[in-house]
């Protein structure tokens, strides 16, 4: 599976994280005010992240709902601050951003159907082509469903019905997991002209690669990343966060700031894993938080292993975080009243 460093090492995820944080601390306050939201309730969410998020490689979308050209803000190189915080003031839009190497396009609406279309006829296809049996039989079993797919991208803990942005960033996920598939899909159904081919391969084999600054800072890697507003784990605090199109099929990442609690212990002493006081993301009023970062294996198309890695977080040496300073901002920000607050208390 892939390594840890090739998931947290940029600064798409960083800043996610460090909004996350900042959520995180409004759902305490939440908590202690008895208004935590439910488990599968919207509204874990806050200030920067209240409506959710997805972030793709621009180059995976050759046009909108609307069908029109996807037209984007062009800043050329930025550094790593800028790029951040042009990423915070996206999270204030809704529907999907697109980043380009030399600049982003937020609030972009998606044709749904289309990337919905295009998995399961990608995954229908393998599965007859590489089906050992060659004859079909009454009961004609080949066809994938989208909900199929969406269950291989999701924690077993994620039920369906699946919702808009589970269904739509899965889909396009296709778009890095089979390329060649993918093209040949929007090739034919877009009815592209040789020159149309030639461009959006192009942009294509661009979206696989991550963004660089000129200081060497990764801005963006070639995943799609996805911010839920809604818990989904009882010992959950914020939305759920999913990195998608990271491997072959099935193969994702979820990040979760948990608390620490008995099952978690006991899932990472199962995992070889400790959690020690400097991965603390929090601590409030008898609560330790944890940031959990887990590898899925790939998978099958309706299929959901349990085969996972488990990565406990350190907000320091893996994500350069400053929690205590995110602390002091978020409490005042959310009017949280004094407690035991302080991660190096």
């Known amino acids: 599976m892939i390594p840890k460093k090739s998931i947290l090492g940029s600064e798409l995820i960083r800043e996610i994280i460090a909004i996350r944080v900042d959520t995180l601390w409004k759902m305490l306050g ?27 490689p621009g180059g995976l979308i050759y046009q909108d ?16 601050d800028e790029f951040r915080k042009k990423i915070r003031a996206a999270m204030q839009f809704d529907n999907a951003t697109l980043l380009y190497a030399d ?20 995954y229908t296809y393998k599965k007859a082509a590489f089906r050992r049996k060659k004859t079909i039989g009454k009961d004609i079993p080949l066809e994938i469903s989208s909900d199929d797919i969406l269950r291989s991208h999701c924690p077993t803990y994620m039920k369906p019905p699946y919702g808009a942005r589970t269904r739509i960033s899965t889909c ?4 890095l997991i089979d390329s060649p598939m ?38 963006f890697p070639a995943y799609i990343v996805v911010c839920h507003d809604t818990r989904y784990k009882d010992t959950a605090y914020t939305g759920l966060t999913r990195i998608l199109g990271i491997g072959k099929f099935g193969e994702f990442a979820s990040f979760t700031l948990e608390a620490v609690s008995k099952n978690l212990l006991a899932e990472a002493h199962r995992k070889k894993q400790n959690i020690c006081p400097e991965d603390i993301f929090a601590r409030y009023e008898g609560v330790d938080i944890a940031g959990i970062l887990r590898i899925y294996a790939p998978t099958n198309p309706g299929k959901r292993l349990l085969k996972y890695d488990l990565h406990i ?8 975080l400053n929690v205590d300073l995110i602390a002091r901002e978020s409490r005042k920000r959310y009017h949280i009243p004094h407690g035991t607050a302080a991660v190096s208390s």
Do not use: H, W
Not at 33 to 50: C, I, K, Q, S, V
Not at 103 to 122: C, E, P, Y
Not at 189 to 210: G, R, V, Y
Not at 313 to 319: G, M, R, T, V
């Open 30 to 56: 939440y908590r202690k005010a008895g208004f935590l939201p439910g488990t599968f309730e919207e509204g874990a969410t806050g200030r920067y992240d209240n409506k959710g998020a997805i972030f793709i």
């Open 65 to 80: 709902v609307d069908e029109r050209s996807i037209q984007y803000e062009r800043y050329g190189k930025i550094e790593a």
């Open 103 to 122: 600049g982003m396009a937020a609030g972009i609406n998606l044709d749904s159907g289309f990337f919905s279309k295009a998995a399961r006829r990608i």
């Open 172 to 175: 396009i996920s296709v778009g």
């Open 182 to 219: 993918y093209f040949a899909y929007c090739k034919t159904e877009l009815n592209f002209t040789k020159s149309q081919s030639i461009k959006f391969s192009a942009t294509l084999d661009k979206a696989k690669e991550p963004t660089v600054s000129n200081s060497g800072a990764v801005l």
């Open 313 to 320: 977080l350190s907000p320091a040496k893996d994500l350069d």
